[in-house]
Protein backbone atom coordinates (compact mmCIF):
# COMPACT_ATOMS: atom_id res chain seq x y z
CA UNK A 1 0.00 0.00 0.00
CA UNK A 2 2.79 2.54 0.72
CA UNK A 3 4.34 2.00 -2.98
CA UNK A 4 0.55 2.99 -4.22
CA UNK A 5 0.72 6.01 -2.08
CA UNK A 6 3.87 6.41 -3.35
CA UNK A 7 3.52 6.57 -7.04
CA UNK A 8 0.24 8.40 -6.05
CA UNK A 9 1.78 11.40 -4.53
CA UNK A 10 4.64 11.74 -7.23
CA UNK A 11 1.72 11.32 -9.69
CA UNK A 12 -0.02 14.38 -8.10
CA UNK A 13 2.71 16.43 -7.74
CA UNK A 14 3.84 16.36 -11.22
CA UNK A 15 0.13 17.27 -12.21
CA UNK A 16 -0.52 20.45 -13.19
CA UNK A 17 -2.92 20.56 -10.10
CA UNK A 18 0.47 20.75 -7.81
CA UNK A 19 2.74 21.74 -10.35
CA UNK A 20 1.92 25.48 -10.23
CA UNK A 21 2.16 25.32 -6.28
CA UNK A 22 4.86 26.63 -4.69
CA UNK A 23 7.29 24.85 -3.04
CA UNK A 24 7.25 26.06 0.34
CA UNK A 25 3.36 25.36 -0.10
CA UNK A 26 4.21 21.24 -0.72
CA UNK A 27 6.90 21.60 2.02
CA UNK A 28 4.01 22.64 4.68
CA UNK A 29 2.04 20.04 3.45
CA UNK A 30 4.75 17.44 3.74
CA UNK A 31 5.42 18.85 7.01
CA UNK A 32 1.99 18.79 8.63
CA UNK A 33 1.90 14.85 7.16
CA UNK A 34 5.00 14.00 8.98
CA UNK A 35 3.50 16.09 12.14
CA UNK A 36 -0.14 14.24 11.82
CA UNK A 37 2.06 11.06 11.60
CA UNK A 38 4.31 11.81 14.82
CA UNK A 39 1.29 12.81 16.82
CA UNK A 40 -0.92 9.63 15.78
CA UNK A 41 2.42 7.56 16.46
CA UNK A 42 2.25 8.79 19.72
CA UNK A 43 -1.48 8.26 20.96
CA UNK A 44 -1.77 4.85 19.26
CA UNK A 45 1.45 4.02 21.79
CA UNK A 46 0.14 5.18 24.48
CA UNK A 47 -3.25 2.86 23.61
CA UNK A 48 -1.53 0.22 22.51
CA UNK A 49 -3.70 -2.50 23.74
CA UNK A 50 -6.81 -1.12 21.81
CA UNK A 51 -6.98 -2.99 18.77
CA UNK A 52 -8.24 -0.17 16.56
CA UNK A 53 -4.61 1.90 17.42
CA UNK A 54 -3.28 -0.38 15.14
CA UNK A 55 -5.44 0.77 12.08
CA UNK A 56 -4.39 4.09 13.06
CA UNK A 57 -0.76 3.05 13.16
CA UNK A 58 -1.29 2.12 9.57
CA UNK A 59 -2.68 5.56 8.58
CA UNK A 60 0.14 7.09 10.12
CA UNK A 61 2.74 4.89 8.09
CA UNK A 62 0.64 6.29 5.42
CA UNK A 63 1.46 9.84 6.31
CA UNK A 64 4.74 9.23 6.83
CA UNK A 65 4.99 7.84 3.06
CA UNK A 66 3.10 10.28 1.30
CA UNK A 67 5.24 13.23 3.51
CA UNK A 68 8.46 11.45 2.30
CA UNK A 69 7.06 11.48 -1.40
CA UNK A 70 5.98 14.92 -1.51
CA UNK A 71 8.99 16.25 0.43
CA UNK A 72 11.75 14.07 -1.22
CA UNK A 73 10.13 15.42 -5.14
CA UNK A 74 9.54 18.77 -3.43
CA UNK A 75 13.19 18.94 -2.83
CA UNK A 76 14.47 17.85 -5.75
CA UNK A 77 12.31 20.03 -7.63
CA UNK A 78 13.88 22.82 -5.49
CA UNK A 79 17.35 21.70 -6.00
CA UNK A 80 17.40 22.94 -9.76
CA UNK A 81 18.33 26.20 -8.88
CA UNK A 82 20.79 25.28 -6.42
CA UNK A 83 24.58 24.27 -7.72
CA UNK A 84 24.94 20.69 -8.70
CA UNK A 85 26.85 19.65 -5.60
CA UNK A 86 23.44 20.28 -4.06
CA UNK A 87 21.97 16.99 -4.64
CA UNK A 88 24.71 15.09 -3.98
CA UNK A 89 24.82 16.78 -0.45
CA UNK A 90 20.69 16.14 -0.12
CA UNK A 91 21.38 12.75 -0.47
CA UNK A 92 24.44 12.48 1.97
CA UNK A 93 22.01 14.22 4.72
CA UNK A 94 18.90 12.18 3.95
CA UNK A 95 21.37 8.90 4.49
CA UNK A 96 22.99 10.33 7.75
CA UNK A 97 19.08 11.17 8.49
CA UNK A 98 17.94 7.58 8.58
CA UNK A 99 21.28 6.52 10.39
CA UNK A 100 20.77 9.20 13.16
CA UNK A 101 17.23 8.64 13.79
CA UNK A 102 17.42 4.82 14.25
CA UNK A 103 20.20 5.70 16.47
CA UNK A 104 18.11 8.28 18.31
CA UNK A 105 15.28 5.97 18.56
CA UNK A 106 17.25 3.30 20.01
CA UNK A 107 19.22 5.76 22.53
CA UNK A 108 16.41 7.56 23.80
CA UNK A 109 14.95 3.77 24.18
CA UNK A 110 17.81 2.71 26.20
CA UNK A 111 16.85 6.05 28.59
CA UNK A 112 13.72 4.19 29.42
CA UNK A 113 11.66 6.61 27.68
CA UNK A 114 8.09 5.05 26.16
CA UNK A 115 7.57 4.61 22.43
CA UNK A 116 5.17 7.32 22.84
CA UNK A 117 7.13 10.00 24.85
CA UNK A 118 9.83 9.21 21.75
CA UNK A 119 7.31 10.31 19.36
CA UNK A 120 6.31 12.97 21.22
CA UNK A 121 9.75 14.69 21.18
CA UNK A 122 10.61 14.00 17.68
CA UNK A 123 7.66 15.56 16.40
CA UNK A 124 8.86 19.27 16.60
CA UNK A 125 11.17 18.47 14.50
CA UNK A 126 8.90 18.74 12.04
CA UNK A 127 8.36 22.38 12.38
CA UNK A 128 12.52 22.14 12.52
CA UNK A 129 12.10 20.64 8.54
CA UNK A 130 9.80 23.43 7.51
CA UNK A 131 12.11 26.25 9.09
CA UNK A 132 15.23 25.08 7.69
CA UNK A 133 13.45 25.22 4.38
CA UNK A 134 11.79 28.70 5.23
CA UNK A 135 15.53 29.74 5.51
CA UNK A 136 16.78 27.86 2.33
CA UNK A 137 14.23 29.97 0.18
CA UNK A 138 14.56 33.07 1.12
Same mark, same amino acid.
Given at each position: S !?? !?FNILTRAL? /??SLLIRTRHMTRIGIASGFFLLGFCLLAICCSYSENVI? *?? *?ALVASVFFGVASSLGESTILGFLRNMPCQSIGYYGSGTGLA &?? /? &? #? *?LFMFMTALG???? #?IFTIIAPTTIVYFMT *???LDR
Open positions: !LI !LN /SSC *FY *F &GI /S &G #A *FLSSS #A *FIW
